[in-house]
């Protein structure tokens, strides 16, 4: 009668169990959800990463060269479900819209910085698994070689020392294979975190910089509120008793934006 736990008995994960122990088990699972959490990672990025589109270049450069011509409203409609998809596309119609309606300053700077960080939140815990695994792998395979080591000392110990170099190497062969293991889980994985921590600080630049890009530029009417608190350059003076029509929309003074999300 054929055994039908053969194919059980002999498969990898058992040889892997025989090469180096239950560890080895641990650091295979560790491998596993690391390649998960990595592909979920890729996925989460190609859908919901922050990005600059040519449509949302676009909005950026019609708004510094018109404001007064950007409808944000018009800019969700244009955009169509993927572009909806895009959080930087809503932190820019977001606070154009803010904007627009004339609200403080600084409200509008905490509602950015609380939405761009929210916006790679969802980036941050994969992150964090890909970190762990890379620091606990070689750990974990260092812990497996100690083991083996002791489980070789401890047979050659039983025979009172008459234990042959086969049976030793055999031994010390088994319990450095956890070492080898831990350090083929780690070192990827370390990479990959490093990886993706310099695209998640690439995509903070790319929403600061978008974001700064948007709010220097203020309708002029919520500047009336500091109009007694500033002095208009007797340039300007000179500038509007000749004709000059002043922008409706300029530069916010002093650059109160320089840094948008902190």
Do not use: C
């Not at 401890?154 to 049976?167: F, K, L, P």
Request: charged letters at 20%.
């Amino acid at each position: 009668m054929t055994d039908l736990t053969l194919p059980l008995n002999t498969g990898p994960l058992t040889q892997l169990v025989d090469m180096g122990g239950p560890v080895m088990v641990v650091l295979v699972a560790l491998a596993v959800i690391g390649l998960v959490t990595f592909v979920y990672l890729m996925l989460l990025g190609a859908l919901y990463a922050p990005r600059m589109s040519g449509r949302l270049k676009k909005t950026v450069m019609d708004w510094q060269g018109n404001p007064a011509s950007v409808r944000p409203s018009e800019i969700r409609y244009q955009a169509g479900r993927l572009g909806r998809l895009n959080p930087l596309q809503r932190l820019v119609t977001d606070t154009i819209e803010s904007i627009h309606n004339g609200e403080d300053d600084r409200k509008i700077r905490e509602t950015a910085a609380r939405d761009a960080q929210h916006s790679l939140e969802p980036f941050e815990a994969p992150l964090k698994i890909i970190e762990v695994i890379a620091a606990l792998a070689p750990l974990l395979g260092l812990l497996g070689t100690v083991l083996g080591m002791m489980e070789a000392f401890s047979a050659m110990a039983a025979t009172e020392g008459r234990a042959n170099a086969t049976q030793l190497s055999g031994g010390i062969y088994e319990a450095l294979t956890t070492t080898a293991a831990g350090l083929v889980v780690a070192i990827p994985f370390a990479a990959l975190a490093a990886w993706i921590e310099f695209r998640l600080r690439r995509i903070h630049k790319t929403i600061n910089s978008t974001l700064v890009s948007i709010l220097h530029i203020v309708p002029e009417q919520t500047l009336d509120a500091d109009e007694a608190d500033y002095k208009v350059p007797e340039q300007q003076l000179h500038s509007e008793a000749a004709g000059d029509e002043p922008d409706r929309y300029t530069t916010a003074r002093g650059q109160r934006f320089a840094h948008a999300t902190g």
